[in-house]
């Protein structure tokens, strides 16, 4: 197991090795977030996949689109949690903790977001969520429709599926590569005041 002071258990590119626009890239992230986090140097690995899981990153989290951005960290945490990604669970548990002001929620989802005082509609949505993960096989027809009848649309079910689809892949390639996050996600936004 690497240590908590490393990125993942394979070797990491030096920054300085790295392609100009990625350094670039690195800046930006340092400036906005306050750190690197370890999933992009983990990624710089391989300098052309990393472009691609970038962009991918900010279309399915970032852009704006049926769900919220609260909705889609709240669907990352509950597919790590199902999933037991530590990276994950501590670097979009964080998000959740920062985009809904609320510390307590952002354990309840990472921990067990059933205890959490959410209405039916996110409930469901997580409720899918898990089970997209959990036994993907046994989606079907009955399980959109619940979702349909809480008002989501069909560009909300895709949203909810991609996000979905993209932390299992993500939290098998954060296990695979024993990754570890950063340290500092487990101070941010622990109190009321933050």
Known sequence: MPSRDSVHALPV??????D???RKYFDICRE??????NVLRSYSFRPERLRRFIDSYNEIMLSDGALTKLEREMIAVVVSSCNRCYYCLV???QQVRALSGDPELGEMIALNYRVADLDDRTMAML??????????NDIDAEDREVLMDLG??????????ETAAFFNYTNRMAHGLEMMPNSAYHRMNRSDDA
């Open 91 to 93: 670097a979009h548990g």
């Open 20 to 22: 100009p626009d990625i």
């Open 32 to 37: 906005k977030l306050g750190l690197l986090p």
């Open 127 to 136: 409720d899918y969520a898990w089970a997209l993960t959990e036994a993907p």
């Open 152 to 161: 989501f649309d069909a560009n909300a079910i895709w949203e909810i599926v």
């Open 13 to 18: 590119p030096e920054e300085d090795d790295l």
